[in-house]
Structure formats: structure tokens, C-alpha cells
């Protein structure tokens, strides 16, 4: 599998998590309900870490299943952030994860990425998919719509302090 497009996924958000850590101050508050830049980014890296154990679970021959459950969590969210050391942290977590994800998706061959892997998968308290799915499409899903989705969640914070700031 060709993970170019995930490493480039992966570097866009990391790209504007340093624009929003650029910002300065105490970070952009996000609108009610939604994370602020350091619970984006632990989400981000528990996915990661969900779909590097469920890739390694298929590459050695073993049952996988997809949960994204952990990654919602905001205990678990909190411990992430603590145990990265902060929301300064996460960003050099995330791109060694990234790299591990990269490596090993890249080393898959064509019926790993084919195996169906059970997956449960939530977003805001609502079920999206509980089904299984090849490995590729949790691959792909991660590279066109994960990432760039919580890339533009993380900017979207800068947008809020700008209209903050304005008073508008």
C-alpha cells in the first residue's frame, strides 16, 4: 500500500497544530461541546495507536478488531495528554506514531489490507459504523476523511479567537 497520502495527512495536521500552538496564550477555546487543540491531538494519537495495534493484530496472523471507543474518552483523552507531556508532547508523539503507521501499512501485502476487520465506530455519542470492514478502508478513512477532518477542526480554533478577538 502506498501510505504517501497518510504520512502527507499526517503532516498537514501536525502543520496546523504548530500554527495553533503558535497562536500564544493559554491556546484558541474551542466552541461549547467541541476539544480544544490538546484533546484533538490525544484523540489523534489513540486513534493512531488503535490502528497501529489493529494493523500489527492482521500482519500477524491473529483476529483484529477496530474500536474507536478509547479514543473518546476523556479520562483516557486526559491521561494521553499527561503521559505525552502536555499538549507540547503530543505533536512528537503523533509523528513517531505516524512514521510506525506509515512503515507498517507499507509492508502489508494486498490480502492483509483485504482481511475484514470487525469495526465499531462512534463520533459525538452516535454510532457511524458497526460492521466489518477491510483494513484498507480504516487506512484510507484515516487518510481522507480522520485527519484532514480534525485538521480543520484544529484550525477552525484560530477562526474562533480571530472572531473573538474582533468581537464579531
Not at 37 to 43: E, I, M, R
Not at 59 to 76: I, K, P
Not at 108 to 125: F, Y
Not at 134 to 159: I, N, S, V
Request: net charge negative.
Amino acid at each position: 500500500m502506498d501510505t504517501a497520502p497518510l504520512g502527507t495527512a499526517y503532516r498537514t495536521l501536525l502543520d496546523a497544530a504548530a500554527t495553533v500552538a503558535a497562536a500564544g496564550g493559554p491556546g484558541p477555546v474551542p466552541p461549547p461541546g467541541e476539544w480544544d487543540a490538546g484533546h484533538v491531538l490525544a484523540h489523534v494519537s489513540v486513534l493512531t495507536s488503535t490502528t497501529l495495534v489493529t494493523v500489527s493484530t492482521v500482519a500477524s496472523g491473529a483476529g483484529a478488531t477496530y474500536d474507536n471507543r478509547s479514543a473518546l474518552d476523556e479520562w483516557n483523552l486526559d491521561r494521553t495528554i499527561a503521559r505525552a507531556g502536555g499538549g507540547e508532547g503530543l505533536p512528537e508523539r503523533i509523528r513517531r506514531q505516524a512514521e510506525a503507521l506509515c512503515a507498517a501499512g507499507a509492508a502489508l501485502s494486498e490480502p492483509e489490507l483485504d482481511t475484514p476487520v470487525p469495526t465499531l465506530l462512534l463520533s459525538h455519542g452516535a454510532l457511524v459504523l458497526d460492521r466489518p470492514m477491510p483494513l484498507r478502508d480504516l487506512l484510507t478513512g484515516l487518510t481522507e476523511a480522520e485527519l484532514p477532518g480534525h485538521t480543520a477542526q484544529l484550525l477552525a480554533l484560530l477562526a474562533q479567537e480571530a472572531q473573538a478577538g474582533t468581537g464579531a
